[in-house]
Each structure stands twice: as C-alpha cells, then as structure tokens.
C-alpha cells in the first residue's frame, strides 16, 4: 500500500511524520537540526528521497540540508571538508548573494533601506528535474540552484519590478510562495508579503506584476499596481492558469493567469487568513482556515475551522469533525497545509500550538497526528508509491 | 614562517553542524589574527561558511561573540594579533553565540 510523509517545519526543528495509506497510525521521527528554525521543508516529486530543507537561526544564519533517502541522513551541500588548501572554502550552499547593485527597498519608516539577505523561507524543488530548486528569500528574492542546493544564483528581473517601492509586512518583506506552473516550464508564479504576486513566463528572465483587481485599503492607493499583502497562491495542476490566493483580507481567484482577480470571500466568517489550498483532485474545491484580524491573529470566536468551497469559492462550508471548538486560539501561517494524492485525498494543516491535523477524507473528519511540537511554521506532504 | 596549532571552542550548535566536539584545533601562520583563525576553520570545516561571518562582508554575524583570554574581543578589528596565551596553546579562541534569555 502507498503511504504519506508528512514533512513539519517548526521554530525549534523539523519533523517527519510517515504513515500508510490508511493514516491512521503515525511514526514520529525528529527533532531533525534542533533547536534551529526549519521554515520550509520540500521533497522532489522526481524523486522522493530527494527532500530540501531551510534551516535558519538569529546566531548563525541560513543553512540549506539535502537528504537523498528520504529524511533518514542529511548533508549541507558543498559543506564537506575540502582534500586540500584551495584558498576558497567550498562550502556555498547557504551563499545567496544579490545580483549586481544591491540598491534599496523601502523600510518601515518609509525610508530607503539596503537589500540584506536574512534567511529562505520556502524551497520549491522542480517538477522534471531533481536537482534543480528555486528558493523564495528575505529579503524578497528568488533564487535558483541548478545543481542540488550546492550554488545559488538570483533570478534578479524580480526585484527590477518597482523592488525599491516594496515595503516588508510584519513578518518581513520575503518571497513566500513559488507556484511551478506543471504545463508550463517556463511559468513561475511567486507572492512577496508586502509586494504582491508576480509571473513570469520565460522562466525568471523577466517579471510582471499581476495583481490587477486586488483592493487593499490598508496602502494609500488601494488599486495599486504593487504593495498588496498577498499571503498565498495555490493552483490545481490540471488548470494552472486558475489560481487562488489568500489575500491579507479577502480571498481571491483568477481564471487566467493573474491578468484580473475576483473576490471569493463569500460567506467566509472573516476573510483574513493565511494558507490556501485546491483539492487535489476538484480543482475546484478550496481550503482556507480563517483568522481572526487584524491584530489578533487566532481562530474566529475560539472555533479551529478549515472552511471548503467545493464551487471555487464564495460558497463555503466550515469543517469542523475533530477540530477543537472552543477555547482554541491558535494561528496556521501561510506555509503550514498541504494535501496528498492518494485516492481518497488528504488534507493537512499545522498550528501555532503545536498540533499537525489530518483529514484522510478531503475534510470531512480530522485528527491530531502531534498534540505538542513546537510552533508550526510549515506543513509539505509526500505521497509515496 | 611560523605556524601555531590555535585551540578554537565552538557553540553547540556550529560543533552540530561541523559533526565535532565542544574544541577543534585549525593551524594559522603569522600574522595570526582573528581572522585568520576564522579563515582556517572555515577550510576545516566548509559546512561553518556563513556561519560565523557573512559569505561575502566577512563581518562577525551580529549575535555571535569573540572571547580571548576571558575577554570579550568581538569589537576588536578582524586583524587584531592573537595573544601569546592563544598562540602557544594554553588559552582558546571562544567563538560563542550572545546570551538570549525570555
């Protein structure tokens, strides 16, 4: 039978949680690099074995690990000792260097600040070729390794759309979600918290802004070209031209491409949140997990519900089967759900608190696999042959 | 030219990362200043690049600290000469991470 691993980014480490078909029963394996911050973990689609990790720390910076067996060893690329005196080190994994002129974004205060590389947030590994990976940075920035993580370049055309306007949100100003279009190598979507969601269609060479139709009154031009909060994009493979979004207040869909969004919030209980997710067999239905805001950033009214639209949006039902319904006051960011293939479709979701839920049948019943890691920065989900 | 067996102590997470234990050695020829010490760990042990200091500034990471002979020489210029006591081996070069608490 096919089973699942559940890869878990956490504050204070990494998790891998593997099961069956059935999902029933869970194996724990980790802390994987304790203590560190694991923002994002992802395996290759090309090869399961092959899984990325972006390891950070206040102290001692970004650290990229690769495993080639599935999660059992891990290696830093480029980090083994070098036969002889080069005169360089080899080690160049976690080297993100900004193309060309640093220049400017602009800083909280509205002032002008250096571009400074701080950690990855989110790994995207290709969909044909394993050892080529794209990699979403703070400061916001796309880079691309085409030879497993052992050397990073920046895909620089990204920040030559207005960079210097950008401004960070709260989190940070980071490239937070690389969408690979699957019929389409050359078309990449990415979403920038606080600049908006770009395209490209010749694989990184140049960009475009596509946010017409987003409103945002939280910035002084609320049609702005650029400067919306876009928490997160998801597509379903089989139309990648339908995209979704988690916009810092509504959600959003656009039928082709990004060249116009619409509103989808519908009856939503409140329309601020951050994951988004497509069923991964009816792209049609959607999941979002709504969030108390603007400052509060827990579950509406104490109730831990992930809201499905089986009619891609405006319609929405509450999931709540398993789900604690009171006295809950926790978060799910933006990287912290994700769905397996198998036939019967799970769907997946970490917390602020700690817990990683399953629901083995598209929603409709959830468990806690962990009641008590450490607070949830990522969820990504394999689904093994 | 005169080379010198430095003892270096790491933090714990940076000996994770080298797979080593709480002190390494690294050999520095004279001038022997801090970064040469930096330098030579780093041909060591590539898997420390960036750790320590920035891939490309080769500035100290701001949360990490420099002790020598019990003190606090972070602030020092990178080319500051090693003490003696470091030199001959009876005093390491502490590269270790500043103190959070909460």
Redesign the interface.
Known sequence: MSGVRVLVGTAKGAFILSADGKRDKWKVDGPLF???TVYHMKGSTVDTNRIYASQS???????IQRSNDGGKSWE?P?????PE?TGQ????S??F?YEGEVGTHMWYDGTPHPWEFKRIWHLEPSLTDVDVVFAGAEDAAVFKSNDGALTWKELPSLRAQRGSEWQPGAGGLAVHTILLDPTNPNRIYVAISAAGAFRTDDGGDSWKPINRGLRSKYIPDPDAEIGHCVHRLALHPSRPDVVFMQLHWNVMRTDNAGELWTNISGNLPTDFGFPIEVHPREPETVYVIPIKSDSEHYVHEGKLRVYRSRSGGNDWEPLTNGLPQENCYVNVLRDAMATDSLEESGIYFGTTGGQVYVSPDGGDHWRAIVHDLPRVLSVEVQTLP | MTTHTIRVVL????Q??AKVGSEVTVEVSDPANYDCVIEAL???????????R???TKKR?P??RYFVCSKDVSHDPADSLLPQAVLNGSEPFIVW??IAGG
């Open positions: 304790a203590g560190w720390s206040d102290w001692f910076g970004q650290v830093q480029g980090g083994e000792p070098a005196f080190p080899v080690g160049a976690n080297k260097v | 933090p714990f997470h940076l994770t990362l780093e041909q060591a042990y590539p898997m420390l690049c960036g750790t320590i920035d891939h490309v990471r949360l990490l991470g500043a």
